[in-house]
Protein backbone atom coordinates (compact mmCIF):
# COMPACT_ATOMS: atom_id res chain seq x y z
CA UNK A 1 0.00 0.00 0.00
CA UNK A 2 1.01 3.17 -0.94
CA UNK A 3 2.54 5.47 1.76
CA UNK A 4 -0.11 8.28 1.87
CA UNK A 5 -2.95 5.62 2.23
CA UNK A 6 -0.91 4.15 4.63
CA UNK A 7 -1.01 7.58 6.50
CA UNK A 8 -4.63 7.84 6.52
CA UNK A 9 -5.06 4.74 8.10
CA UNK A 10 -3.34 6.14 11.06
CA UNK A 11 -5.98 7.48 13.83
CA UNK A 12 -3.97 10.38 14.56
CA UNK A 13 -5.75 10.58 17.95
CA UNK A 14 -4.35 7.13 18.95
CA UNK A 15 -0.86 8.18 18.17
CA UNK A 16 1.59 5.99 20.75
CA UNK A 17 3.22 8.23 23.03
CA UNK A 18 6.21 6.36 23.82
CA UNK A 19 7.72 3.64 21.34
CA UNK A 20 10.78 2.07 21.89
CA UNK A 21 12.62 0.17 18.92
CA UNK A 22 15.00 -2.68 19.04
CA UNK A 23 16.77 -1.55 15.89
CA UNK A 24 18.45 -5.05 15.00
CA UNK A 25 19.69 -6.46 11.56
CA UNK A 26 22.34 -4.27 10.49
CA UNK A 27 25.38 -7.15 9.97
CA UNK A 28 22.76 -9.40 8.08
CA UNK A 29 21.69 -6.28 5.95
CA UNK A 30 25.15 -5.79 4.65
CA UNK A 31 26.13 -9.55 4.33
CA UNK A 32 23.13 -10.17 2.26
CA UNK A 33 24.61 -7.74 0.11
CA UNK A 34 28.29 -8.80 0.02
CA UNK A 35 29.87 -5.95 2.61
CA UNK A 36 31.24 -5.75 6.08
CA UNK A 37 29.04 -5.26 9.03
CA UNK A 38 30.16 -1.69 9.75
CA UNK A 39 28.56 -0.69 5.87
CA UNK A 40 24.90 -2.00 7.62
CA UNK A 41 25.36 0.02 10.72
CA UNK A 42 26.47 3.37 8.17
CA UNK A 43 23.21 2.41 6.21
CA UNK A 44 21.28 1.68 9.44
CA UNK A 45 21.85 5.36 11.17
CA UNK A 46 19.80 6.65 7.70
CA UNK A 47 17.12 4.38 8.86
CA UNK A 48 17.53 6.17 12.67
CA UNK A 49 16.86 9.77 10.78
CA UNK A 50 13.97 9.16 8.99
CA UNK A 51 12.43 6.90 11.98
CA UNK A 52 13.02 10.22 13.89
CA UNK A 53 11.58 12.32 11.85
CA UNK A 54 8.45 10.13 10.87
CA UNK A 55 7.56 9.91 14.51
CA UNK A 56 8.07 13.63 15.51
CA UNK A 57 5.49 14.77 12.28
CA UNK A 58 3.54 12.03 13.60
CA UNK A 59 3.79 13.53 17.09
CA UNK A 60 4.94 10.76 18.79
CA UNK A 61 6.14 12.38 22.46
CA UNK A 62 9.28 9.78 23.24
CA UNK A 63 11.15 7.77 20.73
CA UNK A 64 13.58 5.81 22.72
CA UNK A 65 15.93 3.74 20.52
CA UNK A 66 18.19 0.91 21.70
CA UNK A 67 21.70 2.13 20.04
CA UNK A 68 24.27 0.14 21.73
CA UNK A 69 23.95 -2.92 24.60
CA UNK A 70 26.07 -3.76 27.53
CA UNK A 71 26.58 -7.19 25.91
CA UNK A 72 27.54 -5.07 22.29
CA UNK A 73 30.83 -4.93 23.65
CA UNK A 74 31.68 -8.25 23.03
CA UNK A 75 31.48 -7.72 19.32
CA UNK A 76 35.06 -7.77 17.28
CA UNK A 77 37.33 -4.82 18.67
CA UNK A 78 36.91 -3.03 14.96
CA UNK A 79 32.94 -3.50 15.13
CA UNK A 80 32.86 -1.76 18.35
CA UNK A 81 35.44 0.85 17.41
CA UNK A 82 33.53 2.07 14.23
CA UNK A 83 29.93 1.71 15.64
CA UNK A 84 31.62 4.89 18.46
CA UNK A 85 32.77 6.38 15.53
CA UNK A 86 29.42 6.47 14.08
CA UNK A 87 27.63 7.41 16.79
CA UNK A 88 29.44 10.42 17.05
CA UNK A 89 29.55 11.57 13.70
CA UNK A 90 26.18 11.08 13.53
CA UNK A 91 24.99 13.06 16.24
CA UNK A 92 27.52 16.09 15.85
CA UNK A 93 26.10 15.93 12.04
CA UNK A 94 22.46 16.01 13.22
CA UNK A 95 22.90 18.45 16.08
CA UNK A 96 21.19 21.17 13.35
CA UNK A 97 18.09 19.33 12.22
CA UNK A 98 17.28 17.92 16.17
CA UNK A 99 17.43 21.89 16.56
CA UNK A 100 15.10 22.55 13.44
CA UNK A 101 12.76 19.79 14.35
CA UNK A 102 12.38 20.58 17.97
CA UNK A 103 13.82 17.59 19.42
CA UNK A 104 15.51 16.82 22.66
CA UNK A 105 18.22 14.28 22.58
CA UNK A 106 18.70 12.51 25.84
CA UNK A 107 20.45 9.05 26.54
CA UNK A 108 20.28 6.03 29.16
CA UNK A 109 22.94 3.56 30.02
CA UNK A 110 26.38 3.65 31.37
CA UNK A 111 27.73 6.70 29.79
CA UNK A 112 30.30 7.01 32.14
CA UNK A 113 32.28 4.01 30.46
CA UNK A 114 31.55 5.01 26.99
CA UNK A 115 34.84 6.31 25.13
CA UNK A 116 35.48 9.84 26.07
CA UNK A 117 34.88 11.59 22.63
CA UNK A 118 31.63 9.88 22.45
CA UNK A 119 30.11 10.64 26.13
CA UNK A 120 31.46 14.36 25.15
CA UNK A 121 29.83 15.05 21.70
CA UNK A 122 26.63 13.13 23.39
CA UNK A 123 26.75 15.38 26.51
CA UNK A 124 27.11 18.38 24.21
CA UNK A 125 23.99 17.93 22.07
CA UNK A 126 22.12 16.51 25.04
CA UNK A 127 22.85 20.26 26.50
CA UNK A 128 22.36 21.87 22.88
CA UNK A 129 19.01 20.32 22.51
CA UNK A 130 17.61 20.38 26.57
CA UNK A 131 14.88 23.61 25.64
CA UNK A 132 13.42 21.71 22.14
CA UNK A 133 9.85 19.82 23.40
CA UNK A 134 8.07 18.73 20.30
CA UNK A 135 9.49 14.73 20.69
CA UNK A 136 12.27 13.43 23.08
CA UNK A 137 14.85 11.27 21.56
CA UNK A 138 16.40 8.34 23.78
CA UNK A 139 19.20 6.89 22.80
CA UNK A 140 20.30 3.37 25.00
CA UNK A 141 23.20 3.67 24.93
CA UNK A 142 25.95 0.97 26.48
CA UNK A 143 22.83 0.29 28.22
CA UNK A 144 21.19 -2.70 29.66
CA UNK A 145 17.99 -3.48 31.49
CA UNK A 146 19.92 -5.35 34.43
CA UNK A 147 22.07 -2.78 34.74
CA UNK A 148 19.89 -0.48 35.47
CA UNK A 149 17.77 -2.74 37.62
CA UNK A 150 21.11 -3.57 39.56
CA UNK A 151 22.04 0.31 40.05
CA UNK A 152 18.44 0.83 41.42
CA UNK A 153 18.61 -1.66 43.59
CA UNK A 154 21.96 -0.68 44.99
CA UNK A 155 20.27 2.94 45.18
CA UNK A 156 17.86 1.67 47.49
CA UNK A 157 19.62 -0.74 49.30
CA UNK A 158 22.34 2.49 50.01
CA UNK A 159 18.81 4.51 51.16
CA UNK A 160 17.40 1.93 53.28
CA UNK A 161 21.20 1.12 55.05
CA UNK A 162 21.16 5.01 55.80
CA UNK A 163 17.83 4.91 57.34
CA UNK A 164 16.19 6.99 54.62
CA UNK A 165 13.69 4.16 53.57
CA UNK A 166 12.32 1.01 55.36
CA UNK A 167 12.49 -2.02 53.46
CA UNK A 168 9.19 -2.83 53.76
CA UNK A 169 8.18 0.78 52.72
CA UNK A 170 9.17 -0.06 49.20
CA UNK A 171 6.82 0.49 46.64
CA UNK A 172 6.98 0.10 43.06
CA UNK A 173 7.33 3.83 42.54
CA UNK A 174 10.21 3.84 44.35
CA UNK A 175 12.25 1.46 42.01
CA UNK A 176 10.57 3.56 39.08
CA UNK A 177 12.26 6.52 40.57
CA UNK A 178 15.82 5.16 40.85
CA UNK A 179 15.75 3.65 37.17
CA UNK A 180 17.59 5.75 34.64
CA UNK A 181 14.23 5.99 32.45
CA UNK A 182 12.45 7.45 35.61
CA UNK A 183 11.44 11.04 33.70
CA UNK A 184 9.66 8.79 31.25
CA UNK A 185 6.65 7.17 30.68
CA UNK A 186 6.49 3.37 29.80
CA UNK A 187 6.76 2.70 25.75
CA UNK A 188 3.12 2.06 24.51
CA UNK A 189 4.59 0.24 21.90
CA UNK A 190 7.63 -1.72 21.23
CA UNK A 191 9.01 -2.43 17.59
CA UNK A 192 12.09 -5.10 17.47
CA UNK A 193 12.93 -5.19 13.14
CA UNK A 194 15.15 -8.59 11.73
CA UNK A 195 12.39 -10.65 13.02
CA UNK A 196 14.12 -11.78 16.18
CA UNK A 197 11.53 -12.96 19.02
CA UNK A 198 13.13 -11.42 21.74
CA UNK A 199 14.16 -8.23 24.01
CA UNK A 200 17.81 -9.04 24.64
CA UNK A 201 17.54 -6.93 28.04
CA UNK A 202 15.68 -4.19 27.34
CA UNK A 203 13.77 -2.29 29.11
CA UNK A 204 12.59 -5.07 31.35
CA UNK A 205 10.57 -2.98 33.93
CA UNK A 206 8.86 -0.70 31.30
CA UNK A 207 7.71 -2.44 28.68
CA UNK A 208 5.07 -4.66 31.44
CA UNK A 209 2.36 -3.63 28.90
CA UNK A 210 3.86 -2.17 26.18
CA UNK A 211 2.41 -3.80 22.26
CA UNK A 212 4.66 -5.52 21.14
CA UNK A 213 5.53 -5.34 17.00
CA UNK A 214 8.28 -7.74 15.52
CA UNK A 215 8.86 -7.30 11.94
CA UNK A 216 11.21 -9.11 9.48
CA UNK A 217 12.37 -6.43 8.21
CA UNK A 218 16.07 -5.64 8.30
CA UNK A 219 16.52 -2.37 9.87
CA UNK A 220 18.52 -0.57 7.17
CA UNK A 221 15.33 -1.59 5.20
CA UNK A 222 13.06 -0.37 7.77
CA UNK A 223 11.19 2.35 5.69
CA UNK A 224 8.45 4.73 6.53
CA UNK A 225 5.71 2.74 5.34
CA UNK A 226 7.16 -0.37 7.55
CA UNK A 227 6.82 2.70 11.14
CA UNK A 228 3.16 3.27 9.18
CA UNK A 229 2.54 -0.14 9.51
CA UNK A 230 3.72 -1.00 12.87
CA UNK A 231 1.73 2.11 14.33
CA UNK A 232 -1.57 0.51 12.34
CA UNK A 233 -0.96 -2.56 14.04
CA UNK A 234 -0.86 -1.39 17.46
CA UNK A 235 -4.00 0.48 16.71
CA UNK A 236 -5.77 -2.57 16.25
CA UNK A 237 -4.48 -3.98 19.60
CA UNK A 238 -7.21 -3.94 22.40
CA UNK A 239 -5.12 -3.12 25.66
CA UNK A 240 -6.42 -4.20 28.84
CA UNK A 241 -4.29 -4.05 31.05
CA UNK A 242 -5.54 -7.21 33.32
CA UNK A 243 -9.23 -5.96 32.67
CA UNK A 244 -11.74 -7.62 30.81
CA UNK A 245 -12.64 -6.65 26.93
CA UNK A 246 -16.13 -5.93 28.83
CA UNK A 247 -15.28 -3.47 31.53
CA UNK A 248 -12.93 -1.80 28.85
CA UNK A 249 -16.35 -0.85 26.68
CA UNK A 250 -18.27 0.02 29.52
CA UNK A 251 -15.77 2.24 30.85
C1 LIG B 1 21.80 -3.89 15.17
O1 LIG B 1 22.24 -4.65 14.12
C2 LIG B 1 22.78 -2.83 15.57
C3 LIG B 1 23.45 -3.05 16.86
C4 LIG B 1 23.24 -4.04 17.69
C5 LIG B 1 24.47 -2.09 17.23
P1 LIG B 1 23.19 -5.90 14.32
O2 LIG B 1 24.59 -5.44 14.25
O3 LIG B 1 22.85 -6.62 15.58
O4 LIG B 1 22.85 -6.79 13.06
P2 LIG B 1 22.64 -8.36 13.01
O5 LIG B 1 21.63 -8.71 14.06
O6 LIG B 1 23.96 -8.98 13.28
O7 LIG B 1 22.14 -8.62 11.64
C1 LIG C 1 20.01 -5.78 20.44
O1 LIG C 1 20.51 -6.34 19.29
C2 LIG C 1 20.82 -4.60 20.85
C3 LIG C 1 20.67 -3.41 20.02
C4 LIG C 1 19.81 -3.27 19.06
C5 LIG C 1 21.56 -2.34 20.34
P1 LIG C 1 21.58 -7.52 19.33
O2 LIG C 1 21.85 -7.88 17.93
O3 LIG C 1 22.74 -7.17 20.18
O4 LIG C 1 20.74 -8.66 20.08
P2 LIG C 1 20.95 -10.23 20.10
O5 LIG C 1 22.39 -10.48 20.46
O6 LIG C 1 20.62 -10.75 18.75
O7 LIG C 1 20.00 -10.73 21.13
MG1 LIG D 1 21.61 -8.14 16.01
Redesign the pocket.
Known amino acids: MAETELLNKIDQAKIPNHIAI ?3 GNGRWAKKLGHIRIFGHRQGVRTVKNVVETAAELGVKYLTL ?4 T ?2 WSRPQAEVNALMELLVDSIRKETPSLMENSIKLEAIGDLENLPGNCNKTLKETINTTRNNNRMTLVLALNYSARWDLTRAMRNLATEACSGNIEPENITEKDIRKNLSTAAYPDPDLLIRTSG ?1 Y ?1 I ?1 NFLLWEIAYSEIHITPVLWPDFETDDFYNAIIDYQKRERRFGKTSEQLIHS
Open positions: IMDYAFSENERS
